[in-house]
């Protein structure tokens, strides 16, 4: 029956599904998992994310460019872009009147003032360029761990409020941030999966990986067994940031 279901969904959609297609060819079928899937689907057709409408679809580009990783697409050119520019324009200018012959005793100061602004620019800018990784890397260090003992905790606590659908999403958020990507799941360019493709082991992730995308793209609650497991996969990121602050 699994197998004939399987069928019967390539024909239809070829082989963009290969996750559910495996779980119903799988010995034995795993039937629970891919019906999981099919519902996420379901109600992922039924709420598009874009739509045909001119005006809403302008007010969610505008929502999108708003957000802070776009914000240098609205930034002017940077200082040193201008002094630059500015310095360039000034040669410019001197060169056309230089004369076609011996160039006067103010071209040359003023083309030595120009070289020694950009040698001072350049050096700065290199210097910033070799402190500002480094500096970056600390920082974002310890705000992805701190991003991931914040979700851990708030999966706890509604976990134990008994709201077991938020406490999947603050637990791949945890995850998330623990692999890199600390922002929200809902605000992150990449989807759970492809974050949690980073892992060592994306397959150990699995567990909660189902459980996710059942709850949060399906709107199936998980049950208690099933958000045990996904508790248990995402035990090793748990531990890492916890060792960082000791």
Known sequence: MARQAASELEAGTGNSQPE??????????????????LTALSAAARSPAF????RRAGAALREILAQPRYAGLNAGPSWTDR?????????????????????????WA?????????VVMLFFLLRAIRRGPRREARQDGNRLEQAA????????????????TGAV????????????DDR????????????????????????????????VYGALPPAADDYDRAVAAAAPFRRRPERAAA
Request: net charge negative.
């Open 20 to 37: 559910i297609l495996d779980e119903l060819r799988a010995s034995p079928p795993m039937v629970g998992e891919a019906s999981a899937r």
């Open 51 to 54: 739509t045909p409408e001119p």
């Open 83 to 107: 002094l630059g520019y500015l310095v360039l324009t000034l040669l410019v200018w001197l060169l056309e009147r230089g004369g076609g012959g011996a160039l006067s005793t103010v071209f």
């Open 110 to 118: 003023a083309l030595g003032a120009g070289a020694i602004c950009l």
């Open 149 to 164: 003992r914040d979700r851990f905790a708030e999966a706890d606590r509604l976990a134990a409020a008994g709201d077991l």
């Open 169 to 180: 999403r603050s637990l791949a958020g945890a995850v998330a941030a623990a692999l890199g």
């Open 184 to 215: 929200d799941w809902d605000r992150s360019p990449l989807t759970v999966r492809e974050i949690f493709a980073r892992a060592p082991e994306p397959g150990a992730l699995r567990p909660l990986l189902v459980v996710f995308e059942a709850a």
